[in-house]
């Protein structure tokens, strides 16, 4: 088997709702990481005009998607509350620290829609 250029990918997102391109990121990360973690973002929200679904929901959109990565290792999906902080340092700090909780350690990159962002 070929080693990846990534142990760890992380993907957040809120998935409200799950599409083609949702799909490509994280088939991307797939592709480059031995593991990926995906943060469902906002996972205490539903049943709003912004946060139509629950987290179980949309994990398990997710979860039939990619169910064979899921199995084998390679994907791990996690709820990320709100902290209700915004786009600031503290919520990436808050990020990373909660990937270390799930994963052991901190992950090698950010996998985001938009390449030229990775």
């Known amino acids: 088997m070929e080693k990846k250029p990534y ?8 998935f409200q709702v799950f599409h083609n391109g949702h799909e490509q990121m994280i088939r991307k990360s797939i592709e480059l990481c031995e593991k990926t973690l995906i943060f469902i973002g906002s996972s ?3 049943n709003t005009q912004k946060n ?3 987290y179980e929901i949309r994990k398990e959109i997710l979860s039939d998607v990619f169910c064979e990565d899921i199995s ?6 996690c709820p990320l509350r709100d902290i209700g902080v915004g786009n600031v340092s ?3 700090a808050y990020v990373l620290s909660r990937a270390q909780e799930e994963c052991g350690f901190y992950p090698d990159i950010l996998i985001t829609g ?3 962002r990775r």
């Open 7 to 14: 142990r760890l990918g992380l993907i957040v997102g809120r």
């Open 44 to 46: 205490q929200e539903s």
């Open 52 to 54: 139509p679904f629950s």
């Open 72 to 77: 084998n290792g390679n994907v791990l999906i």
């Open 90 to 92: 503290s919520w990436g």
């Open 114 to 116: 938009k390449e030229e």
